[in-house]
């Protein structure tokens, strides 16, 4: 018979948020007053957002462990991203938690991220404690937002206890919670009590042998491996000799060369660990997410990390093109193969199958966002490598055809709702709801598909001149709703190798938007513009003014050309057609066709149109 005891010198939380409702700022404040830090110690803000670009874009992308010290009480915090597309991290995170911290913004309320994440922890039965955050805000509005909530886990299914949750009011940028809105607080002692009182200790059979599921890898280059997880049950210490239980029932022998618990955002070597505490261990090179680390004695798997299917697929190659090598050191298919694999080992929600060719891969996730930051991650690496557009990944159900449908939440100016509304349902979108607040600006749900989003995100910014605000969730997949045109404009396409040349940009101009600047490299097949009709154009960017000896030379320099707008990463997947791929250095992101000859795409459209 088992006996289930709970460890009460622990608490393990994972704290939810949507993107910038202030969930890294509140750790922060955890942090400063919990005693982690010397008084007069210089500690830099946002002290999770580890990752250059986690740290550039003000987002949580991966999931990461800490603690607090609250007394004999240790609180492992688990931050966990607030976008959809990487919610291969939330699942993983979540399997360590025993509760979950709601942090809402005051003005905003529950948004779709917010959404997605609470869901999958109601779906694991966590408790709840709800923080309405940024009180302070001059368009705060605490009791809509609360009826919001409410709403929000009514419509996910919560039970009666969920829905009991305890309440706090909070400024995460000054370090206050308080019951009250209207009392304010000095710090955030009413939330470490919640905690305490709320949460509950991680249970566990006081009689089981050590069990350990591993829920994140990451790597040492002196300790090697490192397999992060939760204690589920026993007690385990240095040099012990353990086994690692793989997805196939088999069992490879591991000897434990050290372990690890958090303190604070750091790692401290730990001689031996407590049932329930989060730990990071060390002495196994072959391990998956998903994996239990138990005794060799008694081996008993736990349950596996299960995520979401993938729903988008992009295809990653080599670079082809004629400046290839110049600007990357890592350019060879092996060398891109080993970094998605390594990523897929490293992420759940991530799949790599090979491609239709030796040297391509098919990369499948949950997101265009999601691929984009792999994307960028490995040019900051030194990879060069080719990228496609993203496409959905369709089902075959009964002889139908199924797609990934998202529930999309707009919030723009009601002078802006027409030509929203127009663009959506040109791409086969479907208004279920709209809100007008009466305050000039109109909240609106659309039913639309997955495939409809890829490319809209730019265009939307433009229609509502910076002001609108896009989000949404992947709501399931529902019956193909049609095509419908991607793109209105063509290309402009470079028809020789050379450098760009000022005379012939400006005499371009008129065609379209540029991409390149003069002197810019450019090559045949590259793409060097957007043209404003629809159908691709062949120019030549390369072509110099005649010089005769009735004209200077120097009149060129009076020609000026329109700034032309640096080409992100996003924008460039975006842009992309079916034909067309994405080169990506270290140092530039071009865009051209993957057929780099004008023949070779033509007899690739003869051949498409079934005429050769």
């Known amino acids: 018979m088992t006996t289930s005891v709970r460890n009460e010198k622990l608490r393990n939380i994972a704290i939810i948020a949507h993107v910038d409702h202030g969930k890294t700022t509140l750790v922060d404040a955890m942090f400063r007053q919990s005693g982690l830090f010397r008084a007069n110690q210089e500690v830099q803000d946002r002290l999770m957002d580890s990752m250059d670009l986690e740290r550039e874009r003000g987002i949580t992308i991966a999931a990461k462990n800490c603690s607090v010290q609250l007394g004999d009480v240790k609180i492992n915090i688990i931050d966990t991203p607030g976008h959809a597309d990487f919610g291969g991290e939330v699942e993983r995170s979540l399997s360590m938690a025993d509760g979950a911290v709601l942090l809402v913004d005051a003005s905003e309320g529950p948004l779709p991220q917010t959404r997605f994440v609470l869901q999958k922890a109601l779906g694991r039965g966590l408790p709840i404690i709800v923080v309405i955050n940024k009180i302070d805000r001059p368009d705060a509005r605490a009791d809509e937002v609360l009826d919001e909530i409410y709403d929000l886990l009514i419509d996910l299914g919560a039970n009666e206890e969920q829905l009991e949750f305890p309440l706090l009011?909070?400024?995460?940028?000054?370090?206050?919670?308080?019951?009250?809105p209207a009392v304010k607080g000095t710090d955030l002692r009413p939330l470490f009590d919640l905690i305490m009182?709320?949460?509950?200790?991680?249970?566990?059979?006081?009689?089981?042998?050590?069990?350990?599921?591993?829920?994140?890898?990451?790597?040492?280059?002196?300790?090697?491996?490192?397999?992060?997880?939760?204690?589920?049950?026993?007690?385990?210490?240095?040099?012990?000799?353990?086994?690692?239980l793989k997805e196939d029932g088999t069992a490879a022998p591991l000897r434990?060369?050290?372990?690890?618990?958090?303190?604070?955002?750091?790692?401290?070597?730990?001689?031996?660990?407590?049932?329930?505490?989060?730990?990071?261990?060390?002495?196994?090179?072959?391990?998956?997410?998903?994996?239990?680390?138990?005794?060799?004695?008694?081996?008993?798997?736990?349950?596996r990390i299960s995520v979401d299917e993938p729903t988008v697929s992009m295809r990653f190659s080599i670079n082809t093109s004629p400046l290839a090598g110049r600007e990357g050191k890592l350019v060879q298919a092996n060398k891109i193969r080993e970094r998605l694999e390594k990523e897929a080992l490293m992420n759940v929600a991530i799949r790599?199958?090979?491609?239709?060719?030796?040297?391509?891969?098919?990369?499948?996730?949950?997101?265009e966002f999601q691929m984009a930051i792999l994307v960028e991650t490995m040019r900051r690496e030194g990879f060069e490598l080719t990228v496609?557009?993203?496409?959905v990944i369709l089902r075959k159900e009964d002889g139908k055809t199924l797609e990934p449908i998202e529930r999309l939440f707009v919030d723009c100016g009601e002078e802006f709702t027409g030509?929203?509304?127009?663009?959506?349902?040109?791409?086969?979108?479907?208004?279920?709801?709209?809100?007008?607040?009466?305050?000039?600006?109109?909240?609106?749900?659309?039913?639309?598909?997955?495939?409809?989003?890829?490319?809209?995100?730019?265009?939307?910014?433009?229609?509502?001149?910076?002001?609108?605000?896009?989000?949404?969730?992947?709501?399931?997949?529902?019956?193909?709703?049609?095509?419908?045109?991607?793109?209105?404009?063509?290309s402009i396409v470079c028809d020789r190798a050379g450098s760009a040349v000022t005379y012939a940009l400006f005499h371009l101009e008129p065609r379209g938007q540029l991409f390149v600047?003069?002197?810019?490299?450019?090559?045949?097949?590259?793409?060097?513009?957007?043209?404003?009709?629809?159908?691709?154009?062949?120019?030549?960017?390369?072509?110099?003014?005649?010089?005769?000896?009735?004209?200077?030379?120097?009149?060129?320099e009076s020609l000026i050309l329109t700034p032309v707008k640096p080409m992100s990463l996003e924008r460039a997947i975006h842009f992309i057609g079916e034909d067309e791929c994405v080169e990506v250095t270290p140092e530039s992101i071009r865009l051209r066709k993957l057929a780099l000859t004008a023949q070779e795409r033509r007899r690739n459209e003869k051949i498409k149109k079934g005429v050769a």
Do not use: W
């Open 517 to 556: 600047r003069p002197n810019d490299a450019v090559y045949d097949g590259m793409i060097v513009g957007e043209r404003n009709k629809s159908g691709d154009i062949e120019v030549n960017p390369c072509k110099e003014k005649k010089l005769t000896n009735m004209r200077a030379s120097g009149k060129d």
């Open 388 to 391: 496609g557009r993203p496409e």
């Open 197 to 244: 009182t709320e949460i509950p200790g991680p249970a566990h059979d006081e009689d089981a042998p050590f069990q350990m599921l591993v829920s994140d890898l990451s790597y040492s280059d002196y300790l090697g491996r490192l397999a992060v997880g939760k204690v589920f049950n026993g007690k385990a210490h240095a040099n012990d000799t353990l086994v690692c």
């Open 352 to 367: 790599v199958e090979d491609g239709p060719d030796r040297d391509s891969f098919i990369v499948k996730g949950r997101g």
């Open 169 to 180: 009011y909070a400024i995460g940028r000054e370090g206050v919670a308080m019951a009250d």
């Open 256 to 303: 434990v060369t050290r372990l690890q618990s958090y303190v604070g955002p750091r790692l401290d070597p730990a001689e031996s660990v407590e049932p329930g505490d989060i730990i990071v261990l060390s002495g196994i090179e072959d391990v998956k997410i998903g994996d239990t680390i138990c005794t060799k004695e008694a081996p008993k798997a736990l349950p």
């Open 419 to 490: 030509v929203v509304t127009e663009k959506l349902s040109a791409r086969k979108g479907r208004m279920v709801n709209m809100t007008n607040n009466g305050l000039g600006r109109v909240r609106m749900e659309f039913s639309i598909p997955s495939r409809s989003l890829i490319g809209y995100r730019d265009e939307f910014l433009t229609d509502t001149k910076g002001t609108g605000l896009l989000n949404s969730y992947l709501e399931g997949y529902g019956e193909h709703r049609g095509d419908f045109p991607s793109r209105r404009t063509g």
